[in-house]
Nanobody
Framework: QVQLVESGGGLVQPGGSLRLSCAASRNFAGIYVMGWYRQAPGKQRELVAT???????NYVDSVKGRFTISRDNAKPTVYLQMNSLKPEDTAVYYC???????????WGQGTQVTVSS
């Protein structure tokens, strides 16, 4: 069983920064996507950012210019650098790993990000 271990969440003031990390417990052969989703209270889970093995990147419009996703394929680990945080970024952030050339779909346990003064 593969585990995705997240870290880096916490409480930050508006305009502040946080960096999330997510490490998979094993590596994979083939092409896969790693990404971050978030779920705020009373809302559906939404995609924040994804990055493929070949470093093709996608962001939700609300975080473009503020968040940066990156990955280390050797580990594999995905990072989310979050700058200029806003109260509306408050949510539980979940890491995801989804195979493209093979069928897997793993989720992390979630890490809380709270943006508040």
């Amino acid at each position: 069983q593969v585990q995705l271990v997240e870290s880096g969440g916490g409480l930050v003031q508006p305009g502040g920064s946080l960096r999330l990390s997510c490490a998979a417990s094993r590596n994979f052969a083939g092409i896969y996507v790693m990404g971050w989703y978030r779920q705020a209270p009373g809302k559906q889970r939404e995609l924040v950012a994804t990055i493929t093995t070949g470093s093709s990147i996608n962001y939700v419009d609300s975080v473009k210019g503020r968040f940066t996703i990156s990955r280390d394929n050797a580990k594999p680990t995905v990072y989310l650098q979050m700058n200029s945080l806003k109260p509306e970024d408050t949510a539980v952030y979940y890491c995801n790993l989804k195979g493209i050339t093979f069928r897997v779909d793993y989720w992390g346990q979630g890490t809380q990000v709270t943006v508040s003064s």
